[in-house]
């Protein structure tokens, strides 16, 4: 009996750490579809956080669009 308590701790603690890296995202069956989807892409890590040049540019780039869509109504 222990030794199952075992593997079933080590089975949790595996899917926790799964879970906290990204590397397991359960999927609530929701898909977004069209246009409206915003770009996925991460920003590349450095020592003290993100590169400030790549979000800069993802602002720019965010800024237009917000600006292309509200000249459209």
């Not at 030794?3 to 590397?23: E, K």
């Not at 999927?27 to 790549?54: I, W």
């Not at 800024?63 to 000249?71: H, K």
Request: aromatic share 6%; net charge negative.
């Amino acid at each position: 009996m222990t030794f199952l308590f075992v593997i079933l701790a080590i089975l949790v603690i595996a899917g926790a750490a799964l879970v906290i890296t990204g590397r397991f995202v359960p999927s609530l069956g929701v898909e977004n579809s069209g246009d409206h989807r915003l770009e996925t892409r991460g920003f590349d890590v450095t020592v003290r956080g993100y590169r400030m040049d790549e979000v800069d540019t993802r602002i720019e780039i965010l800024e237009a669009r917000i600006a292309e869509l509200e000249s459209d109504k």
